[in-house]
């Protein structure tokens, strides 16, 4: 699905589109790579601290491609890959939590932010969760991703606890906030 703004700007405008990765071609596994390794080293959140080898990043989203569980969300930008999340589904044994799906490890490359990808990524997961017909989003963010805790809060994520002890970075401990969203009209249901 892409988004091609309309108007007197039109040309200027970025192209942006997210899709599912179903598999990947060397061009967009490069890309792909290449934003994750940009966003670790800019302080990404995404789990790492410093960027692993190319060749590990590459095992690691083939492996993401194969979990049963786990859906990769790819954003692009002018046709380049600029950043990726993942749609969570809770595993079959949790039958307690059947009904909540987790986004998980959002985030765009430096280079391609302020172009409004992140929030379509985030909007494209909420619907594929809902499509699923999951009744609630959750996510979880450490309380140094501004821009991240204002775009979750601004498409209508509660925020339902804090973490104290949620992540070490530099050799400090960070607060992570914890946020859910109801994605069905009418709220849980039974
Ligand atoms: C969070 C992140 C994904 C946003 O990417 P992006 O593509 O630039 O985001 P968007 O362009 O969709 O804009 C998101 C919103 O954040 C706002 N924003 C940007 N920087 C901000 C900042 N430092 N403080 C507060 N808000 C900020 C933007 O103005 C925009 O809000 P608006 O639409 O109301 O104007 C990106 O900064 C990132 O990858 N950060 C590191 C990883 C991370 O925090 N991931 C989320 C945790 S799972």
Same mark, same amino acid.
């Given at each position: 699905?892409? $988004? +091609?703004?309309?108007?007197? $700007?039109? *040309?200027?405008?970025? !192209?942006?589109?997210?899709?599912? *990765? ?5 061009? $967009? ?11 670790? /080293?800019?302080? %990404? ?11 590990? &990043?590459?095992?690691?989203?083939? %492996?993401? &491609?194969?979990?049963? !569980? ?18 969570? +589904? ?11 799906? #987790? ?5 765009? *490359? ?14 494209? =997961? ?13 996510? $979880?963010?450490? !309380?140094?991703?501004?821009?991240? /805790? ?7 994520? =509660? ?11 530099? %050799?400090? #401990? ?15 249901? %039974?």
């Amino acid at each position: 699905m892409s $988004d +091609r703004p309309q108007g007197p $700007d039109a *040309a200027q405008a970025a !192209e942006r589109g997210v899709e599912r *990765a179903e598999a990947f071609t060397e061009t $967009d596994l490069n890309a792909l790579c290449e934003a994750t390794q940009a966003a670790i /080293l800019d302080g %990404g959140g995404f789990g790492w601290l410093a960027p692993p080898p190319r060749r590990a &990043l590459e095992q690691y989203y083939r %492996g993401v &491609l194969l979990v049963p !569980e786990r859906s990769l969300f790819l954003a692009r930008l002018n046709g380049s890959i600029v950043g990726s999340a993942q749609l969570v +589904r809770p595993p079959r044994n949790n039958e307690a939590q059947a009904f909540a799906a #987790t986004l998980m490890h959002s985030f765009v *490359a430096p280079y391609a932010r302020g172009h409004g990808m992140a929030r379509l990524l985030t909007q494209h =997961v909420e619907e594929a969760a809902r499509a699923l017909g999951y009744q609630v989003l959750n996510l $979880d963010v450490r !309380e140094s991703q501004a821009a991240a /805790l204002h775009l979750y809060e601004s498409l209508g994520f =509660v925020r339902w606890g804090v973490h104290p002890a949620y992540a070490r970075v530099g %050799g400090l #401990t960070v607060q992570g906030y914890f946020y859910y969203k109801l994605l069905q009209q009418g709220g849980m249901r %039974g």
